[in-house]
């Protein structure tokens, strides 16, 4: 069963500003995964925070976790068009083994 | 490195024939491969796990004699849908992991299965 929500579902802003997605989740997890789909093709992975993590970064991207209220954030900073894409978070579920559920998805738009 | 592959990219049929998808993982071996359907602008549903050599776990609503999923060698699963219906349209990605990574599961391109 879908797990995670993520906010907003759509979000379209210029190039060079920065694009918040958020991602709330309900069981404890061992960690969280973000990941990158260009329209119809497969997936990417993007990050992965651990439930003992607070902050990762990696390149342009930045993403929290706050396990407390079983939410993270993705933050792309400087976005560029080719930015454009959907962006899914998936949990792996504490004691679920390597099983992923994945969160409705962000649909980024990044505009000249 | 950890590149998967989906075979077909796409493929079309009639109703009532069955369709075989293929995944393999290039350049390691996959300990475990997920398969996932997905529809138009919505998520990814987990299908199935698959385990070289073992059966498949499949998830709850998913039925196991409509979706048939073999797992023969390290680098390979393949997905069966029998008897397809155009209910069954939709896009098919595959997942892999290593024995190094446990963590990270590598996606296939998806395979788009449309049904007549």
């Known amino acids: 069963s879908q797990q995670g929500e993520e906010d907003p579902q759509a979000l379209s802003i210029q190039e060079g500003e920065n694009a918040t997605m958020n991602c709330s989740y309900k069981t404890s997890i061992n960690n969280l995964q973000w990941y990158r789909q260009n329209s119809g093709r497969g997936l990417v992975h993007l990050i992965l925070?651990?439930?003992?993590?607070r902050e990762k970064h990696s390149g342009r991207l930045r993403v929290t976790l706050d396990t407390s209220k079983k939410s993270s954030s993705l933050l792309i900073t400087a976005s560029r068009a080719a930015d454009t894409a959907s962006y899914f978070c998936?949990?792996?579920?504490?004691?679920?083994?390597?099983?992923?559920?994945f969160g409705t998805g962000t649909q980024l738009k990044v505009e000249l | 490195g950890a590149v998967v592959s989906q075979h077909p990219s796409w493929v079309i049929c009639k109703s009532g024939t069955s369709v075989k998808i293929e995944c393999r993982s290039l350049d390691f071996q996959a300990t475990t491969m997920f398969w996932y359907r997905q529809f138009p602008k919505q998520s990814l549903m987990l299908m199935a796990t698959?385990?070289?050599?073992?059966?498949?776990?499949?998830e709850q609503g998913v039925e196991k004699d409509k979706f048939l999923i073999n797992h023969a060698s390290l680098t390979l699963s393949t997905l069966t849908v029998t008897s397809a219906h155009p209910e069954d349209s939709s896009f098919y990605i595959c997942?892999?992991?290593?024995?190094?990574?446990?963590?990270?599961?590598?996606f296939g391109p998806g395979t788009r299965l449309t049904v007549l």
């Open positions: 698959s385990n070289e050599g073992s059966k498949a776990t499949y």
């Open positions: 998936a949990t792996a579920r504490l004691r679920g083994g390597n099983k992923l559920t």
């Open positions: 997942s892999a992991i290593g024995s190094v990574s446990t963590d990270t599961q590598y």
């Open positions: 925070i651990r439930s003992n993590e």
